[in-house]
């Protein structure tokens, strides 16, 4: 009998690690087609190296509707977030949430310094940590992933405001 090769990952050259899973369902032949093209970008953004991006993963969901997502994990925070605030990440974010398309959106970010913080957008219903934890309206300090993460104000301007979403 053969004995299993049992691996694991030293990850002392990763200090401030953070994990993040995103994924997006669709709800309509409109979201189907906004997936499309949101696919093909991304992919284009991962071929560009992001400063801080180690690795992306895609998979699916075997559900209806439709639940596509990704895995990426980042050197830090601080790269992750600023990331976002950039093209073409900024203006994907201000176009969902303009208008959804017929699909919702979430994250969740997982930091090995301690801290989980998620975010669910029109989903039906809330994937993930939402399944057993309270859901509660992203406003104040709930409103942007390092709040939700760390307690801390963002280091960097929001894409959109909260204003701007009330």
Not at 40 to 50: D, H, N, T, V, Y
Not at 111 to 134: C, K, N
């Amino acid at each position: 009998m053969a004995r299993v090769n049992r691996q694991t990952v030293d990850l002392s050259e990763y200090p401030d690690l953070v994990v993040i899973y995103l994924g997006m369902q669709v709800y309509s032949l409109r979201g189907l087609l906004a997936l499309g093209k949101l696919s093909l970008q991304i992919r284009k953004a991962r071929k560009a190296q992001p400063d801080g991006l180690l690795a992306h993963e895609d998979f699916a969901f075997a559900q209806f509707p439709l639940h596509v997502a990704f895995r990426q994990y980042w050197r830090d925070f601080d790269s992750l977030e600023a990331w976002t605030r950039q093209p073409p990440h900024g203006q994907w974010w201000r176009d969902f949430l303009a208008d959804t398309k017929g699909t919702g959106f979430w994250h969740e970010t997982h930091s090995i310094q301690g801290g989980i913080e998620a975010v669910y957008d029109d989903m039906r219903p809330v994937p993930g940590l939402g399944t057993f934890a309270p859901v509660v309206p992203a406003r104040g300090a709930m409103f942007s992933s390092r709040g939700r993460l760390s307690g801390e104000a963002s280091k960097v301007a929001p894409v959109v405001t909260e204003e701007a979403l009330a």
